[in-house]
């Protein structure tokens, strides 16, 4: 009985979803970003020097570009949030008593009596007035809440183990048909990364290897259609 107790109050999967969101979005974008940007060189050149120059260019620059826009984007969240809870404290010290019948009238529309509503209003509000107006009228907890630096950290750290796996590609494999070769691979890694994305969230695997091989495949393919289009000899 312990043991089902045990389970049944382990964490959430929502629980990773800032942190997984993060990264998924990083490795994604390094896997395919790198690959497409070493597809299209390649689609252009006969050497080997240009490819990793520009995939490493690529590599550094998507890294560094992802941390810094989860930064400034999950900052921009988090600015949202302190200016609503400031909000909420000076309604909360201006005007309590309408501040109580909107709490009653939000545990009233999720389905409890009217009377029983304002008495988990009146109950929680003595207990802690602020974290139950945060949590219950602005929709703001622990899960859900911005952590720009986690977001950064994930994202830019999963780009670089992303983009690093299309390096080893240009590095390593034949240069003739280069272009195959990281299609073929970035397709296996994107495949993996749906995989393990899908069972850390407790998703679909089906659905994302599907979603994330098809929106693969459009990228690389348009970005080898450029390399072709111009044909530039890169020497």
Known sequence: ???IADDYLEPHYIQRSNWLRAAV??????ILSTASL?????????????????????LVAGALSMAAGEYVSVSSQTDVEKADIEREKQELLDMP????????????KRGLKKDTALIVAKELTAHD??????RDELGI???????PIQAALASGASFTVGGILP??????????????????????FLIILGTIAAKTGGSSITKAIIRITFWGTVAMGLTAFVGHLFGVNMV
């Open 129 to 134: 007035a602020l974290a139950t107006h945060i």
């Open 25 to 30: 979005l990083g490795a994604n974008d390094g």
């Open 38 to 58: 070493a597809i299209g060189v390649a689609a252009a050149s006969d050497l080997r020097e240009p490819i990793i120059l520009a995939t490493v260019a690529g």
């Open 97 to 108: 008593d309408i501040e109580l019948v909107r709490l009653a009238e939000i545990y009233e």
């Open 167 to 188: 390096l080893l590609v240009v590095i390593f494999l034949p240069l003739q048909n280069m272009e195959y070769y990281l299609y073929g691979f970035a397709i296996i």
């Open 1 to 3: 009985m312990t043991d």
């Open 141 to 147: 907890n622990d899960i859900s809440q911005a952590k």
